[in-house]
């Protein structure tokens, strides 16, 4: 039976999890006719035996939490539950992902533990050719090119961080780990590690970060806000202020929710947190977790100075603490740290309950310091006779806190936001801002109140 | 599609009578949908994109309604007592009993895919149950000589099945069995401390947790040793 030890982020994913944040994030793709469940089964069939990484359930050892390879094979099911509910049960051994079919919609949730967005969307991609190929085999049997290749695509192997980073011979203490990674990748650069590219100036105490309060939903189910909007556009208005469309999409986020939020007082900055997917700067095949995070910082207007919220003024501070944190020095001194924590010899020893608990415990000061967090999948290419048969992909985690997906198909962006809360004013603020420029905006929102749900067509 | 919201100009898809931002009766959709693809969103006809599930509890009710009956228990509960002075007794039994019973459903309910984890709950909770009986009733050290020595056995009893008729997967209970034997060897403390009246129902739980455990060792040492790897890895 083969295992292997829990990369790095999932530790921290299962810390993490709990009631209302479900660290389960769900890929869609929206086709051009009803989905046919048997044939979306037989197309799973195939992928499967193509990504033995899927066939791992999760398990807990008395020091670390391991995958282990199961027999069990995945059954395509309908669409008729809550989103992005709870995929990994500590006392079951079920595959840590599902595929769901409800009208023209095929969806992939994922437990963040067994691989990030990159990682599962090579796997939706091959699912949505596969399952298109087989709907449409008279011309696809005739450019014999849309077909997935067969043979293995993500082994059940080791982590890319273990890959990147084995950090030393493990006998170094985690000071001194840290130290010496980040002095190498300073000379590297050729900067003083103390002096390295990071924000003008510090974030804020935990208490000063702006946070987002509001009234639960009654079961806790997240609710989820998709906003189509079409890509040239906005990547116009981007490239206006000169900026990217990740982070011109955060500083429009951010806009929002100060026009829907007045900041308390001593609340004095917003955070964003941003992952960055690290397989741009340190490549592998490795479908397993493999990303670092960066959290941004705006500054809010001293308390009195009644200064209008400027979007570009938002926009060039993000940018210009994200451009610095896009190189491989920077992101490999943040790795080697995390690293040197899971390898430090007193910390291996310390049995997982407890580490549990103390991820948990820092998880939720991290949460104290962040009004927002945001994650961009980029852009979708599938092939061409695949893609004319697929419309609007859509990407929504679940949430703890406000939180933005992106990801765009041919000339369709989707925008998903979740949160746990069942308010919605940001969100109408969010649209507006592109309504008023002209526009047009399309908004899918789930049903999470009692009379929402009661109101909807049976 | 819905329609157009008049208030932040979007057109909603699904089948809402007013904007589900905004809260703004929608009116007809406006044609400069992004529907330049030729996959358009879903119609009218076509079932909203997300389902309206049930709502599974509802947060507030329920803490509303488990507040006011515990507040109803605890307040019934001295009058109960003023009225029927010999029976504070049965009465307190009964609540033993009620508690142990809602331990158990609690215990069903969080692990109710794991049997292993579900007997040693219940052995746990069984006992304390009979120990706090024990305490109540000031009787001769029943508990300790008759009422944990069975539920230890018929415990092992229990999970031999399990694991050796039912035949889950062994090496997944291995570390569980040996828990709940060591745990069946608790009796034995009962005896050498001269905490019961009769040695008996001890020796016997002793016995069988010794036997079940030497024959796991022997004709399971294998998936034992892998089982104990895989958890113990540093």
New interface residues.
């Given amino acids: 039976?083969k295992?292997v030890?829990l990369d790095n982020s999932a530790n921290i994913f299962l810390a993490a999890r709990n009631q209302i944040d479900t660290k389960v994030f769900r890929l869609s793709a929206?086709?051009?006719e009803e989905i046919d469940p048997a044939v979306l089964q037989q197309a799973l069939d195939v992928v499967f035996e193509q990504y033995p990484l899927f066939r791992a359930v999760l398990?807990?050892?008395?020091?670390?939490y391991?995958l282990?390879e199961s027999a069990r094979t995945p059954t395509v099911v309908a669409?008729?539950?809550?989103?992005v509910t709870h995929l990994y049960?500590f006392?079951?051994?079920e595959l840590l992902f599902r595929v769901l079919y409800?009208?023209?919609?095929i969806s992939l949730e994922i437990f963040h533990a067994l691989t990030d967005g990159t990682g599962s969307l090579w796997f939706f991609q091959d699912l949505l050719t596969e399952y298109v190929g087989r709907r449409h085999p008279e011309y696809f049997d005739a450019a014999g090119a849309a077909q997935p290749d067969p043979g293995v695509k993500q082994e059940f192997a080791v982590d890319a961080y273990t890959h990147w980073f084995r950090a030393g011979t493990g006998r170094t203490s985690f000071a001194a780990d840290a130290a010496s990674a980040a002095e190498s990748a300073a000379e590297l650069a050729g900067v003083d590690p103390d002096a390295a590219p990071g924000p003008r100036r510090r974030t804020p105490r935990l208490r000063g970060v702006m946070r987002v309060r509001g009234v639960?939903s009654?079961?806790?189910?997240t609710r989820?806000?998709?906003?189509?909007?079409?890509v040239q556009p906005v990547l116009a208005l981007a490239r206006a202020e000169g900026v990217s469309l990740t982070i011109y999409l955060t500083a429009v986020f951010l806009g929002a929710l100060l026009a829907a939020r007045r900041p308390r007082r001593g609340e004095r900055a917003m955070t964003v947190s941003v992952p960055i997917n690290l397989r741009q700067f340190f490549p592998t095949d490795s479908g397993r977790n493999f990303f670092a995070t960066t959290l941004l910082t705006h500054h809010l207007p001293e308390a009195g100075t009644d200064r209008p919220v400027v979007l570009g003024d938002i926009c060039r501070e993000l940018d210009e603490q994200f451009r610095p944190t896009l190189s491989r020095q920077w992101l490999e001194r943040r790795i080697r740290r995390l690293v040197g924590f899971e390898r430090n010899p007193i910390l291996?020893?310390i049995p997982r309950p407890l580490k549990d608990r103390v991820l948990s415990l820092a998880n939720r000061l991290t949460n104290r310091g962040t009004t927002a967090a945001m994650s961009n999948l980029g852009r979708v290419s599938l092939p061409e006779p695949v893609a004319?048969?697929?419309?609007?992909i859509f990407f929504h985690v679940s949430a703890i806190r406000p939180q933005f997906c992106m990801i765009s198909h041919?000339?369709?962006l989707t925008v998903s936001f979740t949160s746990p809360f069942v308010e919605?004013d940001y969100?109408?603020a969010f649209?507006?801002h592109f309504?008023?420029r002209g526009i047009?905006?399309?908004?899918?929102?789930?049903?999470v109140t009692?009379g929402?749900?009661a109101?909807?067509?049976r | 599609m819905s329609g157009h919201c008049p208030?932040?100009?979007?057109?909603?898809?699904?089948?809402?009578?007013a904007?589900?931002?905004?809260r703004v009766g929608l009116v007809a959709a406006?044609t400069?949908?992004?529907d330049?693809?030729?996959?358009?969103?879903?119609t009218q006809a076509?079932?909203?994109?997300?389902?309206?599930?049930?709502?599974?509890?509802?947060?507030?009710?329920l803490r509303r309604l488990l507040i006011v009956a515990s507040v109803a228990v605890v307040v019934a509960s001295f009058p109960v007592q003023l009225a029927l002075p010999d029976l504070v007794g049965p009465v307190r039994t009964v609540w033993l009993s009620v508690a142990t019973l809602w331990l158990v459903v609690l215990a069903t309910a969080t692990?109710r895919?794991?049997v292993g984890?579900l007997v040693v709950w219940l052995v746990v909770l069984l006992s304390l149950a009979a120990a706090a009986w024990d305490l109540v009733t000031g009787g001769p050290a029943w508990a300790t000589t008759w009422a944990i020595p069975a539920i230890c056995t018929s415990a092992n009893l229990a999970l031999g099945i399990v694991i050796w008729v039912v035949r889950l997967d062994p090496a997944?209970h291995l570390a569980k069995l040996a828990l709940v034997l060591l745990f069946g060897l608790v009796p034995g403390l009962f005896v050498i401390f001269g905490w019961v009246s009769v040695a008996l129902p001890s020796l016997v739980c002793v016995g069988f947790s010794l036997a079940l455990l030497a024959l796991t060792i022997v004709l399971r040492r294998r998936e034992l040793g892998?089982a104990l790897h895989?958890?113990?890895?540093?």
């Fill in positions: 039976m295992w030890r929206e086709l051009d398990r807990r050892g008395v020091f670390w391991y282990q669409d008729d539950a809550p989103t049960r006392d079951s051994r409800r009208g023209r919609r639960h009654p079961d806790l189910r989820v806000v998709e906003v189509t909007l079409p291996r020893v004319a048969h697929v419309g609007r041919r000339d369709q919605t969100h109408a649209v507006r309504t008023g047009p905006v399309t908004v899918n929102v789930t049903r009692e929402e749900i109101a909807a067509p | 208030s932040c100009g979007a057109d909603v898809e699904g089948t809402w009578q904007c589900p931002l905004c406006s400069g949908t992004p330049a693809a030729e996959v358009t969103p879903a076509a079932p909203e994109a997300f389902p309206a599930a049930p709502l599974r509890f509802h947060r507030r009710k692990r895919r794991n984890s997944e892998q895989r958890r113990l890895q540093v």
